[in-house]
């Protein structure tokens, strides 16, 4: 909880710092105080730097202890005569509400539907509903890196002649209007959450069109994400699993009159496979999906198995362009697939599949898991795994419980505030970009841990993330717009530039912190500064330069709002029924807010 002087940041009297006085928490609605301690704060470890000398914070931190508290209420750690943090809540639905806060982030991008009261203060109508039917890859990946797929999709796409499709689903991402196959990865961690807790979710717990339908919510936000791929599955039980176009659309391109042209991609072995995997796990998870979703699972199954890889030659700018399909089914969206069906049909065929490509899936999983996500078997497990199969799951499971143990010690040693990240001396600690250091995507780890051991030192480190995520660092600011009392008010979102509303939609969570500077960031922001801006501490690295710094002010639904909801979702308490709070209005101007 950062201290600041007793009349607001920035405005009073700083303490020194040296955590030498007693301290006490305060209601903040009586101004009683309800608890004291004449110890003074203990200091935490010392403040990590850079091989370059870099700080990390710039700061001593401190920590005292005050869990004997557990009344309800809103309160704040003062310091006599040096300061007071900001006000924090107790709350059993503290948790909930910051779920919501995250799912709400969902909703405003999902595409295909008019976002509309009494669901939204942020309006906007329907976008990119109609879509060709294209003839470039789902994969993105095997082609030539001199050239670019908007190209491809431009030049072999018959905009005039070709099916129309009328595909209703699917999210945005911050600055683009496409649906991506790393989409499927929202799917997958909230059905996952789903049923390792289903207790904490319900129909009517959101601000959604679907809260009455019987269905629990959090499963409804998830099947958002698969219905424009079911009714634009092909005829031979393809699904193609990216609707793509020719570029990317300007800063004032509202979504629901955007005049760019759209296609879905030709199916491939690889997407028809996620596809089966997510429709099958879906399915699992409720009856009406599994009515809805199954055979078309089994179909996209059947195309996946029964198609060969194949390679196409592309006309791109006159000149003959080879896309090349992987040879091989990706492993983990393979054995995903089988166990569901499995599952769901009793046949055997499918684990019989993978028994037999056991060898190359070891090999790929040894070699690749640490870019599966770490959910990516959760909701499975939940059921149990196929015995054939005992080896395999028993391998994963403790490679996520391994990796947990080292995100323990992180928290507990490597920074001041107890982040989730790769300590000063580690290889991998600059790689925190595009959202990677988010202590809520960090926390998939713990909470697959929790999961496989039932141990509370994970759930408890899975708070002290959420806590990082919710105004615990060195900003003092919650991650996430409409979060709490202080959030991020800009950030690089195509709608929030043009829908007449000052405040930029709630429950978007920009990427942040990047460990280097970018060159845009110096220049602007430091007047080139290299020197002294170096000298910067790494986690307030926190420059607003939307577009000018992508890897620090755009987002993605996949990689930064759903894996939130997801965690935050697994914090709440079990049968908790707390009804929808009403809704403030936007801000009129920025300076509204704190």
Same mark, same amino acid.
């Given at each position: ?15 020194t710092g040296n955590g030498e006085r007693g301290w006490e928490l305060v209601d903040a609605k009586t101004g ?191 099947? =958002? *994400?698969?219905?424009? %791929? !079911? ?6 039980? /393809?699904?193609?699993?990216?609707? @793509? #176009? ?123 898991? =640490? *870019?599966?996500?770490? %959910? !990516? ?6 059921? /149990?795994?196929?015995?054939?199969? @005992? #080896? ?41 970009g595009l959202g990677h250091s988010h202590p809520l995507v960090r926390a998939h780890y713990l909470v697959a ?68 500077l970018p060159g845009r960031y110096l220049e602007m922001i430091w007047g080139a500064d290299k020197q002294r ?62």
């Amino acid at each position: 909880l950062p201290i600041w002087g007793e009349r607001g940041m920035g405005n009073g009297e700083r303490g020194t710092g040296n955590g030498e006085r007693g301290w006490e928490l305060v209601d903040a609605k009586t101004g009683n105080m309800v608890y004291s301690s004449a110890e003074r704060p203990v200091l935490r470890v010392r403040d990590g730097v850079t091989k370059e000398g870099v700080p990390f914070t710039g700061e001593e931190t401190y920590e005292m202890d005050f869990s004997s508290v557990t009344n309800e209420g809103s309160y704040f750690v003062r310091i006599p005569d040096v300061g007071r943090s900001a006000t924090f809540r107790i709350a059993a639905d503290a948790a909930e509400e910051a779920f919501r806060v995250h799912m709400g982030g969902l909703y405003q991008k999902r595409c295909g539907i008019a976002k509309e009261e009494p669901h939204t203060h942020w309006t906007a109508g329907a976008c990119h509903v109609e879509v060709v039917r294209g003839t470039f890859a789902s994969d993105e990946g095997k082609l030539s890196p001199q050239v670019k797929w908007f190209d491809v999709i431009r030049d072999n796409t018959d905009w005039e002649h070709g099916e129309k499709l009328h595909l209703v689903g699917g999210w945005h991402d911050a600055a683009d209007y496409d649906r991506r196959p790393m989409h499927l990865n929202i799917v997958n961690d909230l059905c996952a959450v789903y049923l390792m807790r289903p207790r904490h979710f319900r129909d009517g717990q959101l601000a959604i069109p679907e809260n009455a339908n019987g269905i629990p919510d959090i499963l409804d936000e998830a099947e =958002w *994400g698969l219905r424009h %791929l !079911l009714a634009g599955q092909q005829p031979d039980g /393809g699904v193609g699993t990216w609707i @793509e #176009s020719v570029g990317h659309p300007g800063p004032g391109n509202v979504a629901e009159k955007d005049d760019m042209k759209y296609a879905l991609a030709q199916a491939t072995r690889r997407s028809s496979i996620m596809y089966a995997a997510h429709a099958a796990l879906l399915a699992r998870c409720h009856p009406t999906f599994r009515d809805k979703y199954l055979e078309s699972a089994k179909r996209a199954w059947d195309f996946a198995l029964r198609e060969r890889p194949r390679s196409v030659v592309y006309k791109v700018k006159g000149a003959n362009v080879m896309w090349e399909e992987d040879p091989d089914l990706p492993a983990g969206y393979f054995v995903k697939a089988a166990v569901n069906l499995h599952a769901l049909t009793g046949e055997k065929r499918s684990i019989d599949e993978i028994v037999r490509d056991m060898d190359r899936i070891d090999r790929d999983r040894g070699k690749n898991a =640490w *870019g599966w996500i770490p %959910l !990516l078997f959760a909701g499975e497990r939940t059921f /149990g795994y196929p015995k054939e199969l @005992e #080896s395999f799951f028993q391998t994963w499971d403790s490679g996520k419980v391994r990796t947990a143990n080292e995100i323990l010690e992180q928290i507990e040693t490597a920074y001041a505030y107890r982040a989730p990240w790769w300590a000063p001396q580690k290889g991998w600690v600059h790689a925190m970009g595009l959202g990677h250091s988010h202590p809520l995507v960090r926390a998939h780890y713990l909470v697959a841990a929790h999961q496989i051991t039932g141990e509370q030192k994970y759930l408890d480190a899975i708070s002290i993330a959420n806590d990082f995520h919710n105004g615990c660092n060195p900003q003092g600011t919650t991650l996430t717009s409409g979060l709490g009392e202080v959030y991020p008010v800009t950030f690089l979102d195509l709608p929030s530039y043009v829908d007449d509303i000052a405040e930029y939609v709630p429950g978007i969570t920009p990427y942040r912190w990047t460990y280097t500077l970018p060159g845009r960031y110096l220049e602007m922001i430091w007047g080139a500064d290299k020197q002294r801006a170096g000298k910067w501490p790494i986690w307030r690295r926190w420059g607003n330069l939307e577009s000018q710094t992508v890897a620090a002010s755009e987002y993605t639904v996949w990689e930064t709002i759903a894996p939130a909801a997801a965690v935050t979702g697994y914090l709440i308490s079990p049968d908790a029924a707390t009804p929808l709070r009403p809704r403030r209005p936007p801000a009129q101007l920025l300076s509204d807010l704190p």
